[in-house]
């Protein structure tokens, strides 16, 4: 039998990679977007085939619609369907608001919030194609952030796009709902990555502060709740934002 496939977008580095290697685990063929870092997807690549899981790249920018467009209908050539898309791709462009330049606006937008919406159309397409037995499979899965909950000075277009996924997620887990494709939202909190690294050390000791458990998260904690969101044993959940955040926001 053909294993279901799983499609990670941002799957070169960070929270994706390890979303990736997880879906792997669970047993998805995993489909590896990347932007610029085709090395480092293959990389990721390599260690999922080196556990004996398998999995693709499929390098495409999520916000130039004609290149989404295109990855999908190749994926609907080559497998028929999809049966979970997590859109986990992002990037900050941290500024306040009086210094907001147009362009880091149009940027994160289109990133953030456009190319998850670009990616859930034409996967949505996919899944609703697809003749598979069981709906139970069929997840959409948005990462979002604490950010999009509590807001942050310096971080309005960041929160704002995150939220956005948020009441995108919704109205969509209604749209899909009656077809058996839920649509959920996972909001992290502070997780060890490239794009946490960048803090400085001052900076992260006062995020630390914020954190009831007292520790930063790793990966691997927004990975596993995933892996939950894409599997059978949430086949009841549909519509939900879901904290992993070590009680920074309750
Ligand atoms: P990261 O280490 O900076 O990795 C970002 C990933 O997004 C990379 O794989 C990158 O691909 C990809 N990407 C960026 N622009 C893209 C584009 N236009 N098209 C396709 N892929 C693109 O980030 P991370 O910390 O793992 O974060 C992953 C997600 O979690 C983001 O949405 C972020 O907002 C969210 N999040 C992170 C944290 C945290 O504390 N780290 C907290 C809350 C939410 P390339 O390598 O090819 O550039």
Redesign the pocket.
Known sequence: MQKLNALV??????????IAKTLAQDGYHVLL??????A??KLIQQEIQNEGGSAELC??????PSQVNEKFEWIGKTYGGLSVLV??????LDSLLLRLKDEDLDKAL???LK?AIYCTRAGAKLMLKAKQASGTERSIIH?????AETGNAGQAV?AAT?SGLIGFSKSIARELASRQIRVNVV??????????EVLTDTQKEAILHQIPLGF??T?DD?ANLVSFLASPKSKYLTGQVISVNGGMYM
């Open positions: 977008t941002g799957a070169s580095r960070g929270i994706g990679a390890c977007n990347y932007c610029s870092n085709e480092k997807a390098g495409f920018d999520v916000s130039e859109n986990n791709a992002g990037i900050t289109s990133i953030n190319g990462i979002s952030s604490v950010i960041y995150k909001t992290p909190g502070y997780i060890q990555t490239d794009m946490t930063f998260g990966p927004v």
